[in-house]
Nanobody
Framework: QVQLVESGGGLVQAGGSLRLSCAAS????????MGWYRQAPGKQREMVAL???????NYADSVKGRFTITRDNAKNTVYLQMNSLKPEDTAVYYC?????????WGQGTQVTVSS
């Protein structure tokens, strides 16, 4: 059974930083492209960053230059370093494989950025 457990969210002022973690189990982690997704209130879930099994990355334009996705295959964990946070980054953040698998969604971690 696949489990993806996100952590590291919180309340931060605009301009601040947070580092999210996603621990994976039950999936061949090192073979999969992993992504961070977010869903803001009243909006559709969107992907903000992905990292391939080989370490290549891609980012949504809205976070490019501010967010960095990394992975540690030995720990089956993917990270999202978020710097220069803006109020519009407020959302619940999730990780999943890319493309996502519906049954893999975890509870996510809330990120709230105050102005």
């Amino acid at each position: 059974q696949v489990q993806l457990v996100e952590s590291g969210g919180g309340l931060v002022q605009a301009g601040g930083s947070l580092r999210l973690s996603c621990a994976a189990s039950g999936v061949k982690f090192s073979f999969n492209t992993m992504g961070w997704y977010r869903q803001a209130p009243g909006k559709q879930r969107e992907m903000v960053a992905l990292i391939t099994s080989g370490g290549s990355t891609n980012y949504a334009d809205s976070v490019k230059g501010r967010f960095t996705i990394t992975r540690d295959n030995a720990k089956n964990t993917v990270y999202l370093q978020m710097n220069s946070l803006k109020p519009e980054d407020t959302a619940v953040y999730y990780c999943n494989v890319v493309p996502f698998t519906r049954n893999y969604w975890g509870q996510g971690t809330q990120v709230t950025v105050s102005s």
